[in-house]
């Protein structure tokens, strides 16, 4: 039947898990429904009744633009006069209005419509585009039931609280929906949340009995009634509390019936489901909030130079207008009229009357702060915006960051940060997914005691190396397999003792038949099998439990087929010796979270007997084993700590038998606490599942390798080597974590190790007398006194060359970042070549990062892949996002996202760098030529006895920063690279001009502003002096200001572009068409403009073609300017580069005379260090130069040579 008649599906290759497995009762008082938090009451297929319509609920419609077609102009404009300069050029455009302007309102207020409209239009086609994607969202459709038994098609934005609607497969949900049947008799549905979580694998939710029994087709829901009363919207993915009231009794609802807005339905026919939020009420929607903003400190540092030009103009108007008035007031009658006669005071109501000076005096003061506007550069922030985006276009199609195996190039998020990327001093990095690949691989496990795997890690090649052995090569087998690569993904063990059957002739065959059994049986995973080889294929939650069943399989004991209620898998019967399937009735399920460290599954087995199979950290299960439990604790913990200096992931398995009077208990309690529609529910659950999972029996342990990506420890060499500071943040076991140190070369042998725990012998017996207090007040002390002896240690070797690196635990932590140590903490961690963090939760993660940004007040960058590193990524200056297995959630949160760790290498020392010198150059550029072209218009009108009187015609004024010297500074600000991307990477202390900031300093700024100043002083006085007795006319007038305008305005063309032909270190094509092509367009526009009526180009009229390019002294005394004007700088230039040069014009020297395939040149241009290197391989080869005896008298010859 088309309508929804078709026949339901059984579950053949079912792939649902869920907190248990069996109907739950309803037993709870439902006081918080209802009240504060709890007020929501849903009509279930009555959209439209009096008591739906009178709650008001949100419609579906969704808006994610930032402005309406109302709001557009108002909020826009609003916005972009925030900007305390662009609000300057508007109050003095508004001036022009009036009488007080020196020059033509339309000349004023046209450059600052030009920029301002730019933005507004950037703005609009972003809001457009967003608007685009809204319009298309809305307009989806989906069926919804009309009230007959009969779903109509309808708008997603249509949709009302309450409307019973059916999606189909591959169809997203249009809002968050109470699940109510679907095409699976059990009435179960597979949901991708990828678009919430940015997670992969499927979610699996179920409907209630109470609805799907009752609800098979489309006509079942022409009668049909509920009522949902349920939690208000809120923010959390994970926890839904409500209840359904239906034929007059009442069910508990909870997330696992919730089907939320922009998930995805997978491999389920179809599903009808109720509209419990709509719009901006679903939970994506309260989700989606702004990431902070963040601006670089570049750009505040811009703001302050804004405001230090600000004070400069008014002081130069205050000083001008006090010499105005002075000389207004001594402006006495002679014969008839004033000595300044050619100002025509006689026009002027008060401007120059010499009996109202004061006046004058304050009224020149508004007239100076227009004509002197030109000193703040109006197209600065509209250049810059224009600059990072073109450079983030550059970084996302970088060809050496693009990650073929996953089809994902860099991804510039955002461009406020591009310079910032120049200037990190620390790093803090996730470990798993970060530096690993979160690609699990089952290696090594240990099973009574007994460790079996040949296969030796990357960690146990590193300590090999370092200590000439590993504790994993045991004596009892013969060779260490190092197997290239896995057969099977997920599973890289080899050991012939338990392969291909042959664990039954072990003596302990019985528990390693239970072990293999929990990895088959213990688990959410999803089978897939393949209908045309049989093959069985695993979607797991995680990698590690997706190895595990892989694992199993590999072993003999193959999971195959799950249901509603059970678990398939097939093994080898001991007895018999023949491969049998098996059938696990699976009662409960108690999931893992970050709390409990454990999961677990209750079952039936084939015997009819119950068993709880669980698996968790070790901290965690073996304080829960029985005392005739712990056969083989002793070696297992040996075996687990091995692993961890491996750098391997353990987990400990445990199971118990559970007698059945205790199960009918403990299934009571659990349903009824499940039921529980309070805010404690979920700490209910886990007192309950705490009481279950004790008295376990050992099994043993398992390690899963995860692997460093490609390229981790050459990256973090280099980064070292930049001067870059690396902390790792990671939730793994101390040693664990040191040894993966070891293996990326974050740590080396050489350096002293400062471990911070709480592993004291006081403080283990203080946890055994269970006393909050004192343990609190212990730990504190101990950490405390740990730090101090830490910073004592490290005050102690001076001015030595000797590294440490501080490792510390979560529990340490804690205490560690309270408000009274944290200033301590922070001193010792900075003293440390590098810090390890482990066990940090995420909220720990965030606020280290909090307390290196706002403690060091240097830039900080944060890399993380998962949803755990969101706080860290958010709390950091630069958040980078790695595009992994774990979903997007990080990516979503970030501000640059990559696809592998290795390539931070280049983001930062390539794109970095160029980012960070091109920004700032272009700003000390734009501010050079606006105090170039500034003080000419000062110098003229003071000149002119401070008179207001401009320069230059009004078109030329508002022109010069639009068109005449804009275009080449975002030419550099693009294409511009002081050093290729080879010496780069060759010279990683370049990296450092970034970090202490010495390419934006204030004596850079000040230095090119002064550069401005003198380029102003050679291009007036040079014009003034060689036009003052110049004829420019048959009739034997003099030049005018006209002619001495349009000299001046053509020497500062000529000499900003040519300062910026000097400046520029790498020449490309587009950088010769903008600079000449700007003094081109001037000599263009001076004779169009020219040739237009005089009562538009006023002064201006035939200037050119009449009377400056027929003179010879006009082309002469530009010529001069240029010359005189430039030779200062390129003077200094050349003294500074030759006698004192930076990093970057070192290595351009290098490359200038050939000497860049010079080892010994080479190597001596990096002993000019700005720090020395203490992390990674170079370090180590350092400290084993240092060792031999050689390292200072070779820095000496060096230096000597040098």
Same mark, same amino acid.
């Given at each position: 039947?088309?309508?929804?008649?078709?026949?339901?599906?059984?579950?053949?290759?079912?792939?649902?898990?869920?907190?248990?497995?069996?109907?739950?009762?309803?037993?709870?008082?439902?006081?918080?429904?209802?009240?504060?938090?709890?007020?929501?009451?849903?009509?279930?297929?009555?959209?439209?009744?009096?008591?739906?319509?009178?709650?008001?609920?949100?419609?579906?419609?969704?808006?994610?633009?930032?402005?309406?077609?109302?709001?557009?102009?108002?909020?826009?404009?609003?916005?972009?006069?925030?900007?305390?300069?662009?609000?300057?050029?508007?109050?003095?455009?508004?001036?022009?209005?009036?009488?007080?302007?020196?020059?033509?309102?339309?000349?004023?207020?046209?450059?600052?419509?030009?920029?301002?409209?730019?933005?507004?239009?950037?703005?609009?086609?972003?809001?457009?585009?967003?608007?685009?994607?809204?319009?298309?969202?809305?307009?989806?459709?989906?069926?919804?039931?009309?009230?007959?038994?009969?779903?109509?098609?309808?708008?997603?934005?249509?949709?009302?609280?309450?409307?019973?609607?059916?999606?189909?497969?591959?169809?997203?949900?249009?809002?968050?929906?109470?699940?109510?049947?679907?095409?699976?008799?059990?009435?179960?549905?597979?949901?991708?949340?990828?678009?919430?979580?940015?997670?992969?694998?499927?979610?699996?939710?179920?409907?209630?009995?109470?609805?799907?029994?009752?609800?098979?087709?489309?006509?079942?829901?022409?009668?049909?009634?509920?009522?949902?009363?349920?939690?208000?919207?809120?923010?959390?993915?994970?926890?839904?509390?409500?209840?359904?009231?239906?034929?007059?009794?009442?069910?508990?609802?909870?997330?696992?019936?919730?089907?939320?807005?922009?998930?995805?339905?997978?491999?389920?026919?179809?599903?009808?489901?109720?509209?419990?939020?709509?719009?901006?009420?679903?939970?994506?929607?309260?989700?989606?909030?702004?990431?902070?903003?963040?601006?670089?400190?570049?750009?505040?540092?811009?703001?302050?130079?804004?405001?230090?030009?600000?004070?400069?103009?008014?002081?130069?108007?205050?000083?001008?207008?006090?010499?105005?008035?002075?000389?207004?007031?001594?402006?006495?009658?002679?014969?008839?009229?004033?000595?300044?006669?050619?100002?025509?005071?006689?026009?002027?109501?008060?401007?120059?009357?010499?009996?109202?000076?004061?006046?004058?005096?304050?009224?020149?003061?508004?007239?100076?702060?227009?004509?002197?506007?030109?000193?703040?550069?109006?197209?600065?922030?509209?250049?810059?915006?224009?600059?990072?985006?073109?450079?983030?276009?550059?970084?996302?199609?970088?060809?050496?960051?693009?990650?073929?195996?996953?089809?994902?190039?860099?991804?510039?998020?955002?461009?406020?940060?591009?310079?910032?990327?120049?200037?990190?001093?620390?790093?803090?990095?996730?470990?798993?997914?970060?530096?690993?690949?979160?690609?699990?691989?089952?290696?090594?496990?240990?099973?009574?005691?007994?460790?079996?795997?040949?296969?030796?890690?990357?960690?146990?090649?590193?300590?090999?190396?370092?200590?000439?052995?590993?504790?994993?090569?045991?004596?009892?087998?013969?060779?260490?397999?190092?197997?290239?690569?896995?057969?099977?993904?997920?599973?890289?063990?080899?050991?012939?003792?338990?392969?291909?059957?042959?664990?039954?002739?072990?003596?302990?065959?019985?528990?390693?038949?239970?072990?293999?059994?929990?990895?088959?049986?213990?688990?959410?995973?999803?089978?897939?099998?393949?209908?045309?080889?049989?093959?069985?294929?695993?979607?797991?939650?995680?990698?590690?439990?997706?190895?595990?069943?892989?694992?199993?399989?590999?072993?003999?004991?193959?999971?195959?087929?799950?249901?509603?209620?059970?678990?398939?898998?097939?093994?080898?019967?001991?007895?018999?010796?023949?491969?049998?399937?098996?059938?696990?009735?699976?009662?409960?399920?108690?999931?893992?979270?970050?709390?409990?460290?454990?999961?677990?599954?209750?079952?039936?087995?084939?015997?009819?007997?119950?068993?709880?199979?669980?698996?968790?950290?070790?901290?965690?299960?073996?304080?829960?084993?029985?005392?005739?439990?712990?056969?083989?604790?002793?070696?297992?913990?040996?075996?687990?700590?091995?692993?961890?200096?491996?750098?391997?992931?353990?987990?400990?398995?445990?199971?118990?038998?559970?007698?059945?009077?205790?199960? !009918? /208990?403990?299934?009571?309690?659990?349903?009824? @606490?499940?039921?529980?529609? *309070? $805010?404690?529910?979920?700490?209910? %659950? &886990?007192?309950?599942?705490?009481?279950?999972?004790?008295?376990?029996?050992?099994?043993?342990?398992?390690?899963?390798?995860?692997?460093?990506?490609?390229?981790?420890?050459?990256?973090?060499?280099?980064?070292?080597?930049?001067?870059?500071?690396?902390?790792?943040?990671?939730?793994?076991?101390?040693?664990?974590?040191?040894?993966?140190?070891?293996?990326?070369?974050?740590?080396?042998?050489?350096?002293?190790?400062?471990?911070?725990?709480?592993?004291?012998?006081?403080?283990?017996?203080?946890?055994?007398?269970?006393?909050?207090?004192?343990?609190?007040?212990?730990?504190?002390?101990?950490?405390?006194?740990? !730090? /101090?002896?830490?910073?004592?240690?490290?005050? @102690?070797?001076?001015?030595? *060359? $000797?590294?440490?690196?501080?490792? %510390? &635990?979560?529990?340490?932590?804690?205490?560690?970042?309270?408000?009274?140590?944290?200033?301590?903490?922070?001193?010792?961690?900075?003293?440390?070549?590098?810090?390890?963090?482990?066990?940090?939760?995420?909220?720990?993660?965030?606020?280290?990062?909090?307390?290196?940004?706002?403690?060091?007040?240097?830039?900080?960058?944060?890399?993380?892949?998962?949803?755990?590193?969101?706080?860290?990524?958010?709390?950091?200056?630069?958040?980078?996002?790695?595009?992994?297995?774990?979903?997007?959630?990080?990516?979503?949160?970030?501000?640059?996202?990559?696809?592998?760790?290795?390539?931070?290498?280049?983001?930062?020392?390539?794109?970095?760098?160029?980012?960070?010198?091109?920004?700032?150059?272009?700003?000390?550029?734009?501010?050079?030529?606006? %105090?170039?072209?500034?003080?000419?218009?000062?110098?003229?009108?003071?000149?002119?006895?401070?008179?207001?009187?401009?320069?230059?015609?009004?078109?030329?004024?508002?022109?010069?920063?639009?068109?005449?010297?804009?275009?080449?500074?975002?030419?550099?600000?693009?294409?511009?690279?002081?050093?290729?991307?080879?010496?780069?990477?060759?010279?990683?202390?370049?990296?450092?001009?970034?970090?202490?900031?010495?390419?934006?300093?204030?004596?850079?700024?000040?230095?090119?502003?002064?550069?401005?100043?003198?380029?102003?002083?050679?291009?007036?006085?040079?014009?003034?002096?060689?036009?003052?007795?110049?004829?420019?006319?048959?009739?034997?007038?003099?030049?005018?200001?006209?002619?001495?305008?349009?000299?001046?305005?053509?020497?500062?063309?000529?000499?900003?572009?040519?300062?910026?032909?000097?400046?520029?270190?790498?020449?490309?094509?587009?950088?010769?068409?903008?600079?000449?092509?700007?003094?081109?367009?001037?000599?263009?526009?001076?004779?169009?403009?020219?040739?237009?009526?005089?009562?538009?180009?006023?002064?201006?009229?035939?200037?050119?073609?009449?009377?400056?390019?027929?003179?010879?002294?006009?082309?002469?005394?530009?010529?001069?300017?240029?010359?005189?004007?430039?030779?200062?700088?390129?003077?200094?230039?050349?003294?500074?580069?030759?006698?004192?040069?930076?990093?970057?014009?070192?290595?351009?020297?290098?490359?200038?005379?050939?000497?860049?395939?010079?080892?010994?040149?080479?190597?001596?241009?990096?002993?000019?260090?700005?720090?020395?290197?203490?992390?990674?391989?170079?370090?180590?080869?350092?400290?084993?130069?240092?060792?031999?005896?050689?390292?200072?008298?070779?820095?000496?010859?060096?230096?000597?040579?040098?």
């Amino acid at each position: 039947m088309a309508g929804g008649g078709r026949r339901r599906r059984r579950l053949h290759i079912s792939r649902i898990y869920s907190y248990t497995c069996g109907k739950s009762s309803f037993k709870e008082d439902h006081s918080n429904i209802g009240g504060p938090g709890f007020s929501r009451v849903v009509y279930c297929n009555e959209p439209g009744s009096p008591a739906a319509e009178s709650r008001n609920y949100a419609g579906n419609y969704v808006r994610s633009t930032k402005y309406t077609v109302a709001s557009f102009f108002p909020k826009s404009l609003f916005e972009q006069f925030r900007r305390v300069a662009n609000f300057y050029f508007l109050v003095t455009g508004i001036l022009s209005l009036t009488d007080l302007s020196p020059y033509g309102a339309v000349s004023a207020l046209l450059p600052l419509a030009l920029v301002i409209s730019a933005t507004m239009v950037k703005e609009g086609i972003e809001d457009w585009r967003r608007k685009q994607q809204d319009i298309e969202v809305n307009n989806r459709k989906v069926k919804v039931h009309d009230g007959n038994g009969i779903f109509r098609q309808e708008e997603w934005s249509n949709l009302r609280v309450g409307d019973i609607v059916r999606v189909e497969k591959d169809e997203f949900f249009p809002a968050d929906l109470l699940l109510l049947s679907s095409s699976y008799e059990e009435s179960i549905c597979y949901v991708e949340t990828m678009n919430l979580d940015g997670e992969t694998n499927l979610k699996v939710k179920q409907g209630l009995d109470a609805t799907s029994s009752l609800l098979h087709e489309d006509s079942d829901f022409k009668d049909f009634r509920a009522v949902v009363r349920c939690e208000d919207p809120n923010v959390n993915l994970y926890m839904f509390v409500g209840t359904l009231e239906l034929e007059e009794e009442r069910f508990p609802l909870s997330i696992q019936q919730i089907l939320l807005r922009d998930s995805k339905l997978r491999n389920t026919e179809y599903v009808y489901g109720a509209v419990v939020f709509t719009g901006h009420d679903t939970k994506v929607i309260q989700n989606s909030t702004d990431p902070p903003s963040k601006r670089s400190r570049i750009e505040r540092k811009m703001d302050k130079i804004i405001y230090l030009m600000f004070g400069l103009v008014f002081l130069m108007s205050f000083i001008g207008s006090i010499i105005f008035g002075v000389e207004t007031r001594q402006d006495k009658l002679k014969n008839g009229r004033t000595e300044r006669w050619y100002l025509k005071p006689d026009d002027a109501v008060i401007f120059f009357d010499p009996e109202r000076a004061p006046m004058a005096a304050i009224y020149h003061f508004f007239t100076a702060v227009m004509l002197y506007s030109y000193f703040i550069p109006i197209s600065l922030y509209v250049s810059i915006e224009i600059v990072k985006v073109l450079q983030s276009i550059f970084i996302n199609r970088d060809i050496h960051m693009y990650y073929e195996e996953t089809d994902k190039p860099a991804q510039a998020r955002t461009s406020n940060l591009n310079e910032e990327l120049g200037m990190v001093d620390t790093i803090l990095s996730d470990k798993t997914g970060t530096l690993t690949c979160n690609s699990m691989e089952f290696i090594k496990c240990s099973i009574a005691g007994t460790a079996y795997g040949r296969g030796i890690t990357e960690v146990e090649r590193a300590m090999a190396v370092r200590s000439g052995g590993s504790p994993l090569v045991n004596e009892d087998l013969d060779v260490v397999v190092d197997k290239v690569g896995p057969k099977v993904k997920g599973f890289n063990f080899e050991d012939e003792r338990v392969m291909n059957g042959n664990w039954v002739t072990q003596p302990e065959a019985d528990v390693l038949q239970k072990f293999f059994r929990l990895l088959a049986v213990c688990h959410t995973a999803i089978p897939e099998t393949d209908q045309e080889t049989g093959n069985v294929s695993y979607e797991a939650e995680s990698p590690d439990e997706a190895a595990f069943v892989v694992a199993a399989r590999e072993l003999g004991f193959e999971f195959f087929n799950r249901t509603q209620n059970e678990i398939s898998f097939r093994e080898l019967d001991l007895p018999t010796g023949e491969k049998v399937e098996r059938v696990y009735k699976l009662l409960n399920v108690l999931e893992f979270n970050s709390s409990r460290k454990r999961m677990s599954v209750i079952v039936r087995d084939h015997d009819g007997k119950l068993f709880l199979l669980s698996k968790g950290a070790d901290n965690v299960m073996f304080e829960r084993l029985a005392k005739n439990g712990r056969q083989f604790e002793a070696k297992t913990q040996e075996h687990v700590n091995q692993y961890a200096d491996a750098g391997l992931r353990t987990l400990i398995l445990a199971y118990r038998e559970v007698d059945e009077n205790d199960y !009918i /208990e403990f299934n009571k309690n659990f349903n009824e @606490a499940k039921a529980s529609v *309070s $805010e404690d529910r979920e700490a209910l %659950i &886990d007192e309950i599942t705490d009481k279950m999972e004790r008295d376990l029996i050992l099994l043993g342990a398992t390690a899963v390798e995860d692997k460093l990506q490609n390229g981790v420890p050459e990256c973090i060499d280099k980064l070292a080597q930049a001067g870059i500071k690396i902390w790792v943040l990671t939730g793994d076991k101390m040693e664990t974590a040191i040894n993966i140190g070891f293996a990326s070369s974050l740590l080396r042998q050489e350096m002293t190790q400062i471990i911070i725990n709480l592993e004291t012998p006081h403080i283990k017996s203080l946890e055994k007398s269970g006393i909050k207090d004192e343990i609190e007040l212990a730990s504190r002390e101990s950490v405390v006194k740990q !730090i /101090e002896e830490g910073r004592a240690l490290l005050a @102690a070797s001076g001015a030595s *060359s $000797e590294a440490f690196a501080l490792i %510390i &635990d979560g529990k340490s932590l804690t205490y560690a970042l309270e408000d009274e140590v944290k200033n301590k903490f922070l001193d010792l961690a900075t003293g440390c070549a590098s810090v390890i963090c482990c066990r940090s939760s995420p909220k720990q993660k965030a606020l280290v990062t909090r307390l290196v940004k706002t403690g060091t007040g240097k830039t900080t960058l944060a890399i993380g892949d998962g949803a755990n590193d969101v706080g860290m990524l958010q709390e950091a200056d630069i958040g980078v996002g790695i595009s992994g297995v774990e979903g997007m959630q990080a990516v979503m949160s970030s501000d640059i996202a990559i696809a592998q760790f290795r390539y931070l290498e280049r983001l930062l020392l390539v794109h970095g760098h160029w980012c960070y010198s091109r920004i700032s150059s272009m700003i000390c550029y734009f501010f050079y030529k606006n %105090i170039t072209f500034g003080v000419t218009v000062f110098l003229y009108e003071a000149y002119t006895s401070f008179s207001a009187q401009p320069a230059y015609n009004d078109w030329f004024l508002s022109l010069f920063n639009v068109f005449f010297s804009s275009l080449p500074v975002i030419a550099l600000g693009v294409f511009d690279q002081d050093v290729s991307a080879r010496f780069c990477y060759k010279f990683p202390l370049l990296y450092q001009e970034g970090v202490q900031n010495i390419l934006f300093s204030w004596k850079r700024i000040i230095g090119w502003m002064f550069n401005g100043f003198i380029s102003a002083l050679a291009i007036f006085f040079i014009c003034k002096e060689s036009l003052k007795h110049q004829l420019f006319d048959p009739n034997g007038k003099t030049a005018g200001r006209e002619i001495m305008g349009g000299t001046m305005y053509t020497c500062v063309v000529w000499v900003v572009n040519l300062q910026m032909a000097l400046s520029i270190s790498y020449f490309t094509w587009v950088q010769h068409i903008v600079i000449w092509g700007s003094i081109a367009f001037w000599y263009i526009f001076l004779m169009i403009y020219g040739a237009i009526t005089p009562s538009f180009s006023t002064d201006a009229y035939m200037v050119f073609l009449e009377a400056l390019a027929p003179a010879p002294s006009y082309w002469l005394t530009t010529l001069f300017v240029m010359i005189f004007a430039l030779i200062p700088y390129f003077v200094y230039k050349s003294v500074q580069m030759r006698f004192f040069p930076k990093y970057h014009q070192m290595i351009q020297w290098i490359r200038y005379e050939g000497h860049s395939n010079d080892p010994e040149f080479v190597e001596m241009v990096r002993q000019r260090s700005i720090r020395p290197t203490t992390v990674g391989y170079t370090a180590r080869r350092a400290a084993s130069v240092r060792r031999s005896g050689r390292f200072h008298e070779q820095i000496h010859k060096d230096l000597v040579a040098f």
